[in-house]
């Protein structure tokens, strides 16, 4: 299975934010929409950065109580850089070991050079427990029947 199928069941609207943007917008998307990380684009919606929840906790502890003049700061310079990325013909597997390996919880989808979706771990491990279930499930009923 392909991260293709993934995209296909969770759809490829993807949340992103220009890495002109201040830090406070990063993080009101982050809280709106209820997610752990956001690309952080080009104006050519190539890929450019991630910033995610991990990002914030290391900015504030750097910080140093001085973190009202962080909110201003433009996301695109305290997005983590050049992230890893998958391609919609990847096996799930590679992205799950690349993801567990790498301990990254979000892997934006790039096609052509151009962000088309986001893949978390958490939808890779429900894929993964869907198929395992849908397979025991038709043993089971294979066997009912033989």
């Given at each position: 299975m392909t991260i293709?199928?993934?995209l296909a069941?969770?759809?490829?609207?993807v949340v992103s934010?220009?890495?002109?943007h201040p830090l406070s917008q990063a993080i009101a998307m982050l809280a709106r929409h209820r997610i752990g990380a956001v690309p952080v684009v080009g104006h050519d919606?190539?890929?450019?950065?991630?910033?995610s929840e991990r990002d914030m906790i290391r900015?504030?502890?750097?910080?140093?109580?001085?973190?009202a003049a962080l909110l201003a700061t433009p996301v695109g310079s305290v997005m983590t850089t050049e992230p890893l990325t998958a391609a919609r013909d990847d096996s799930i597997l590679a992205a799950l070991s690349?993801?567990?390996h790498r301990?990254?919880?979000?892997?934006p989808v790039v096609e052509?050079?151009?962000?088309?979706?986001?893949v978390s771990i958490g939808d890779l491990v429900k894929h993964r427990i869907d198929r395992i279930e849908a397979d025991a499930a038709a043993m089971r009923d294979y066997i009912q029947q033989a």
């Open positions: 293709a199928a993934i069941q969770k759809g490829t609207d934010i220009p890495s002109d919606d190539a890929v450019r950065g991630i910033f900015l504030l502890a750097e910080a140093e109580g001085d973190a690349l993801m567990t301990r990254i919880r979000h892997l052509h050079g151009r962000l088309i979706g986001i």
